[in-house]
């Protein structure tokens, strides 16, 4: 049926991706120059029934940002700060802890953390951290640190290899690194927009490494700002070979650029992307990757109903209750700080979908939220 509706140029590719065939570089320039929306989600839709049926995933969690000092001033970043800065701040572990125990007790199963590169914070503050977050339940995930932090830590900090800095930091009970900091790989972008920062290289060997201690990761892509299509098409061409060396990631997440937050330069004035792009994107993403089991909506960037929209085109999972985002609201999304899980199940009903609660590695479990929440509301 879907078949027939199918122009005669995207058929090969309907064809291969029905076959279990992979597509090509090609394939994936093909279908971004398609403006044939409903057949991009309808092909996705193939791989994302196949590898999940009808069920879209959501997690329970809390962000907690414990300090967005910064050594680097990435042009796309409004989050990070100068010690000086009026928006600079910083949080104690106590303050870090009593919010994580807070969300605890509604239900959250992970804390995902994330900061700047911290010009003076002790070695021992974040092995500390890590461990008294981890001390506060043993079902309880401490998902932190970009690979830029990770390599922050290992070389300016612990003066350790990236090993060493990640089994320290597992020891001490880190469950997960975020995929943040990928933005796009290509260096020619790389050096416009967040010069000083890892290469796709060093991205990737932060990522290795931890896959090959057993432990699973992210991906992400920062796109709608300066890159090209190919650009676009060879970040994902990078993520999908890692993945064929490792297979750790588990969910591939991408973003579209805020200009408004974007400090003076190549990144000013840019239009966001429209919603037609975004769902496009999470689709070919779909297609393309098909060696990652979960593309995730990110509702913070698109808003929650075209993050419900984007569950027809290829997404099977929406990122997260979250409860206190800051880094896309500094750079000035509108979109609320957080959702219920109440909300995020009635928005996967809604689209047709089976909700069901995930953790940090995307396994499917039992509701955590249906507990009483009385006076415990997170500050
Ligand atoms: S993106 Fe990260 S590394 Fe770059 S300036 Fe912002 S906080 Fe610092």
Same mark, same amino acid.
């Given at each position: 049926?879907?078949? $027939? ?12 991706? +029905? ?54 001033? %990435?042009?796309? %970043?409004?989050?990070?700060?100068? $010690? ?45 951290? +890590? ?11 401490? $998902?932190?640190?970009? &690979? ?33 900091? &990928?933005?796009?790989?290509? @260096? ?8 000083? $920062? ?25 796109? !709608? ?15 999908? #070979? ?5 297979? !750790?990631? #588990? ?21 966001? +992307? ?33 993050? @419900? @929209? ?10 997260? #209750? ?8 500094? &750079? !000035? ?5 957080? @959702?219920? %899980? &109440? ?34 509301? +997170?500050?």
């Amino acid at each position: 049926m879907i078949a $027939k509706l199918i122009a005669p140029a995207l058929r090969p590719i309907f064809d291969r991706v +029905v076959a279990g065939q992979r597509i090509t570089d090609a394939d994936a320039m093909q279908l971004y120059g398609s403006n044939d929306l409903n057949i991009l989600g309808a092909i996705a839709n193939v791989l994302r029934e196949r590898k999940n049926g009808n069920v879209a995933t959501y997690i329970h969690n809390q962000y907690i940002n414990y300090a967005n000092h910064c050594i680097l001033s %990435c042009q796309f %970043c409004a989050f990070g700060a100068k $010690k000086r800065e009026a928006h600079a701040f910083e949080m104690t572990i106590g303050e870090i802890v009593a919010k994580a125990r807070a969300g605890l007790k509604l239900g959250i199963t992970e804390i995902h953390m994330v900061g700047g590169l911290h010009p003076s914070l002790k070695g021992e503050w974040y092995l500390e951290l +890590v461990s008294r977050l981890r001390a506060l339940d043993e079902n309880f995930f401490v $998902k932190a640190f970009t &690979a830029v932090e990770i390599r922050h830590l290992a070389f300016r900090i612990f003066k350790k290899t990236i090993r060493e800095t990640l089994e320290m930091l597992r020891e001490a009970g880190l469950c997960a690194i975020t995929g943040g900091g &990928a933005e796009i790989f290509d @260096q020619e972008i790389r050096d416009q927009i967040c010069r000083g $920062k890892e290469t796709a290289d060093e991205w990737w060997d932060v990522h290795r490494t931890w896959h090959e201690m057993g432990m699973r990761s992210t991906a992400t892509m920062l796109y !709608g700002h300066i890159e090209t299509t190919a650009q676009r098409v060879g970040h994902l061409r990078r993520l999908r #070979t890692w993945q064929d060396e490792t297979g !750790g990631f #588990t969910g591939f997440i991408p973003f579209a650029f805020e200009a408004a937050g974007a400090r003076p330069g190549v990144l000013q004035n840019i239009r966001h +992307v429209t919603a037609f792009e975004e769902l496009k994107n999470l689709a070919i993403a779909r297609i393309y990757l098909d060696n990652f089991d979960h593309i995730t909506a990110y509702w913070v960037s698109l808003g929650l109903p075209l993050a @419900q @929209q984007a569950l027809n085109y290829g997404v099977d999972d929406l990122h997260g #209750t979250i409860m206190e985002e800051k880094i896309f609201h500094m &750079a !000035g999304a509108t979109t609320p700080q957080q @959702q219920s %899980c &109440a909300a995020l199940e009635k928005a996967i009903r809604e689209a047709g979908r089976e909700p069901m609660q995930r953790d940090t590695w995307y396994r499917r479990i039992a509701p955590t939220w249906h507990k009483p929440a009385p006076e415990l509301a +997170v500050a």
